[in-house]
């Protein structure tokens, strides 16, 4: 199993799923760990944050989001993380970070690293970006 990191029979995969469900939802665990059979499903996801901090209420969402991140990957700079989850972890660590940001006010962008036609960029909240391949008019 991948999140044990033990050897486990097949008929015992749906009782250890479910074991780790009710784990994660008592609150034991940060991120509900999925089984998938075929291994490769695995991509490179990049998470940046911006949060603005200027009162009690931005830094606890800063905090939210580096604990929230962190379940998932690791720092690699400070408003920065790298994961390496399979799709349905990803889209369960986005929908968890929309929930913590405040789209008003805070920036949160995921740039997924596969081999397939380039990176993908999703950008939420302020600070729109411009396109680097479009013309400038000056």
């Keep these: 199993h991948p999140f044990l990191e033990e050897k ?11 074991t780790l469900l009710a784990r994660h939802l008592r609150g034991d ?3 509900y760990p999925s089984f998938l059979w075929k291994q490769g499903l695995a991509m490179y996801v990049l998470i ?4 603005r901090t200027v009162d009690a209420d931005g830094r606890r969402r800063l905090r939210q989001v580096a604990r929230k991140c962190r379940a998932y990957g690791q720092r ?6 790298e994961c390496k989850v399979d799709p349905t972890q990803c889209k369960q660590l986005e929908l968890a970070l929309l929930d913590i ?3 008003q ?10 081999k397939d036609k380039g990176p993908k ?3 939420y909240g302020v600070k729109e ?8 008019i000056i």
């Design 8 to 18: 486990i029979k097949w008929g015992l995969v749906p009782h250890v799923q479910a």
């Design 29 to 31: 665990l940060d991120a």
């Design 48 to 51: 940046t944050y911006d949060i």
């Design 76 to 81: 690699v700079q400070n408003s920065v993380f």
């Design 101 to 103: 940001i405040d789209l």
């Design 105 to 114: 006010e805070d920036s949160l962008r995921f740039y997924y690293l596969g």
């Design 121 to 123: 960029v999703t950008h």
């Design 129 to 136: 970006s411009y396109d680097l391949e479009a013309a400038i």
